[in-house]
Structures are given as C-alpha cells and as structure tokens.
T-cell receptor
C-alpha cells in the first residue's frame, strides 16, 4: 500500500517570498507522484507530475518539484509567491498495487499569502 | 471544449435516503473515477471505470455503487445515507486506464441532514 504525508496543514508566506510545501510518500514500488491545487468550491487542478525520467519537474504557474528517492520526498516550490497562489495544495501518489488506476492523496496544505 | 461536468452542484438529503450523482467526462475520455472529499481532508478513491467496466474500487461500503454508460458518462449511487456521507464528491476523467491524465470536475456538494 502507499501513503502520503504532507507536513504542515497551514503555511503562510509573504507575497514575493519562497513557497515550500512538503510531501513525503511511502510506496513499496516506484511511485508516480502528483501535486494538485484546489481553489474554494472548485475541483482539483494538476500542477505537475513525476512518472519517470528527470527528477526535477516543472509545472504550471511557476511551480516545480523534485523527486528524491533517498528521502522519499516530493516537495513543491515556487521562488516568488503571488496572492493568486492562495489555495489548498494536495500531494498524491499512484502505485502499481492499484494498477496505477487510483490516487492516494495527502491531507492537504492550505497556503496563505500575505500582502 | 467542455471540461468534466457534474450534476447537481449541491444537494441536501435526509438520513436513510438514496442519492444519484452524475458525471460527464471530457470528450474522448474513456475512464471515469469517483472520489469523496470530506471537509478538511484529501480526496479518497471510491471507484474507477474504464470502457464501462469497473477496474478499481476503494475501501467504501456496499452502499456505494456506480456505473458507466456507453457514452462514457457515469453515475454514483449512495443508498441509506448517513450523516458521514456529507462531502464533496469529485469525478475525474482520463483518456486511459490510469490516473495519470486526470481532469477533475468541480464536484457535487452533498449534505446529509
């Protein structure tokens, strides 16, 4: 079975500051990893994903994440926060024991951006 | 192009009642998945259908059922509603038999009173 732990249910940064949202995973097989963003009263939007290949993945809206197998981590970063980045962020993993047909999500991190 | 559409957007039901939620996938997507998101938590996988066959099932009771139609749209049914079934129900479609190309709908907010 696989699991995801997101450290910090709430993160607050100032506009223009670095955004770092932490995600650690547990998987008995090579994982595929995802970051999604959810704005209030909306569904989930894919920010980026890692399947194979380059471990540094670039996504939309200036976000990127690095897959570190030795640390079982997939932290999300953005160099400079914008007010529009305020939202809930979810890390997720898919693994072979579900035939990669389902995602297991973390509990989410709410990002606040202060002016 | 239209995205994943879900109906209704909001629903209030009484304990013990039954509910049907509907989802239309993106054109060309043959896979539909359902997730339950309880307030303050991440989504939890309920079902995945591909080419009208159930291909995956999460850890939910038999009160939850689903089906996929020839046009690839899908319905999620929940019987004997409990207060704990109150949640945002998300539908995601994907072009293939996996979770890698998900596009999520905006969800149906179900409140059980």
């Amino acid at each position: 079975a696989q699991s995801v732990t997101q450290l910090g249910s709430h993160v607050s940064v100032s506009e223009g500051a670095l955004v770092l949202l932490r995600c650690n995973y547990s998987s008995s097989v090579p994982p595929y990893l995802f970051w999604y963003v959810q704005y209030p009263n909306q569904g989930l939007q894919l920010l980026l994903k890692y399947t194979t290949g380059a471990t540094l993945v670039k996504g939309i809206n200036g976000f990127e994440a690095e897959f570190k197998k030795s640390e079982t981590s997939f932290h999300l970063t953005k160099p400079s926060a914008h007010m529009s980045d305020a939202a809930e962020y979810f890390c997720a993993v898919s693994a072979m024991d579900t035939g990669r047909r389902a995602l297991t999500f973390g509990s989410g991190t709410r990002l606040q951006v202060q002016p | 192009d239209a995205g994943v559409t879900q109906s209704p957007t909001h629903l209030i039901k009484t304990r013990g009642q039954q509910v049907t939620l509907r989802c239309s996938p993106i054109s060309g997507h043959k896979s539909v998945s359902w997730y339950q998101q309880v307030l303050g938590q991440g989504p939890q996988f309920i079902f995945q259908y591909y080419e009208k066959e159930e291909r995956g099932r999460g850890n939910f009771p038999d009160r939850f059922s689903a089906r996929q139609f020839p046009n690839y749209s899908s319905e999620l049914n929940v019987n004997a509603l409990l207060l704990g079934d109150s949640a945002l129900y998300l539908c995601a479609s994907s072009p293939r038999d996996n979770a890698h190309g998900y596009t999520f709908g905006s969800g149906t907010r179900l409140t059980v009173v």
